[in-house]
């Protein structure tokens, strides 16, 4: 859900508003993923319910392509559920935290 602010020209309505600022909603919740760790296996990748995860263009260091998080998911935004941490069975999956109440 965006939030969005349309500024009025003084004078006109908002119909007649000549700029438009999008501001995205704080997010609820953040993984960490240490990308050294990762072996890519995707197990928190098929596991995440509103599929925030996936893997990296890129290469870490012992040649795999680490998992990262985007909050905004295809099925939705991440609620810091936690399936990610218990599922990685390498320990990539460093921390799940909730930034807000709600």
């Known amino acids: 859900m965006e939030t969005?602010?349309?500024p009025y020209?003084?004078?006109?309505g908002p119909?007649?508003?000549m700029s438009q600022q999008v501001v995205q909603p704080l997010?609820?919740?953040h993984v960490?993923?240490?990308?050294?760790?990762?072996?890519?296996c995707e197990l928190?990748?098929?596991t995440c319910?509103?599929?925030?995860?996936?893997?990296?263009?890129?290469?870490?260091?012992?040649?795999?392509?680490?998992?990262?998080?985007?909050?905004?998911?295809?099925k939705g935004d991440c609620t810091a559920c936690g399936i990610c941490y218990y599922v990685c069975p390498d320990f990539a999956i460093a921390e799940v935290r909730s930034l807000r109440k709600g």
């Open 49 to 74: 319910p509103h599929k925030n995860l996936a893997l990296s263009a890129g290469l870490n260091r012992n040649g795999y392509h680490p998992v990262v998080f985007t909050y905004h998911g295809e």
């Open 4 to 6: 969005v602010f349309r």
């Open 9 to 12: 020209i003084f004078g006109k």
């Open 32 to 40: 960490v993923v240490d990308a050294e760790r990762c072996k890519g």
């Open 15 to 17: 119909d007649e508003s």
């Open 44 to 46: 928190c990748v098929v």
């Open 27 to 29: 997010p609820r919740s």
